[in-house]
């Protein structure tokens, strides 16, 4: 079964940083472009960022780019979500991606807080 697992979430101030992480298995992960999303409490679920399979196509959200950066590790079966300049916009579960066949998968999400 594929299986998606992020951590790093936390609690930091405005200007902080923090570098989220995801775990996939139950799939080939080298095969598969992967993205970050965020959901903040009242909001619908924003794409943040993607990379594809050998990491050699980046994308972003306007609203992140320049202070965040995805990569990957497939040799770990591993995304990561570098989050700089920390804004309390930024504030919202963030949630790892990926599209396998018809199907899209999720994890179970990490919290990031931002506030003074």
């Known amino acids: 079964q594929v299986q998606l697992v992020e951590s790093g979430g936390g609690l930091v101030q405005p200007g902080g940083s923090l570098r989220l992480s995801c775990v996939g298995s139950?799939?080939?992960?080298?095969?598969?472009?992967m993205s970050w999303y965020r959901q903040a409490p009242g909001k619908e679920r924003e794409w943040v960022a993607s990379?594809?399979?050998?990491?050699?196509?980046?994308n972003y959200a306007d609203s992140v780019k320049g202070r965040f950066t995805i990569s990957r590790d497939n040799g770990k079966n591993s995304v990561y979500l570098q989050m700089n300049s920390l804004k309390p916009e930024d504030a919202a579960v963030y949630y790892c991606?990926?599209?396998?066949?018809?199907?899209?998968?999720w994890g179970q999400g990490t919290q990031v807080t931002v506030s003074p």
């Open positions: 991606n990926v599209v396998a066949g018809i199907w899209d998968y």
């Open positions: 139950g799939f080939s992960f080298s095969l598969y472009a």
């Open positions: 990379i594809s399979r050998t990491g050699g196509s980046l």
